[in-house]
Nanobody, 124 residues
Framework: QVQLVESGGGLVQAGGSLRLSCAAS????????MGWFRQAPGKEREFVAA????????NYADSVKGRFAVSRDNAKNTVYLQMNSLKPEDTAVYYC?????????????????WGQGTQVTVSS
């Protein structure tokens, strides 16, 4: 079992930055690939970014490429999502998720564990 807790969300103006954190506890964190997803009101939960267990491989949704960066610190059992040049359409609840193994997955159905989410609101 892995428990995930997100933090770092908030209200920011368009063009601003936020860094989300996801702290993991439970099983060996380094054995899990991690993902970030988001869900806006009335929309499906969508993939944002993923990172391999080692941090050596990453994957991003086209909508955030060049603006967001995912990273992890296995010594701290934490994964991060640095979000720059934020846009109003980035407004959503952001979730981190974990799945055992080395394969990066971009679908929500590939993840076993989820955090409770953190709200990000970008004002225009």
């Amino acid at each position: 079992q892995v428990q995930l807790v997100e933090s770092g969300g908030g209200l920011v103006q368009a063009g601003g930055s936020l860094r989300l954190s996801c702290a993991a506890s439970g099983r060996t964190f380094s054995g899990y690939a991690m993902g970030w997803f988001r869900q806006a009101p009335g929309k499906e939960r969508e993939f944002v970014a993923a990172i391999s267990w080692s941090g050596g491989s990453t994957n991003y949704a086209d909508s955030v490429k060049g603006r967001f960066a995912v990273s992890r610190d296995n010594a701290k059992n934490t994964v991060y999502l640095q979000m720059n040049s934020l846009k109003p359409e980035d407004t959503a609840v952001y979730y981190c998720a974990a799945r055992p193994g080395v394969v990066l997955v971009t679908t929500r159905y590939g993840y076993n564990y989820w955090g409770q989410g953190t709200q990000v609101t970008v004002s225009s």
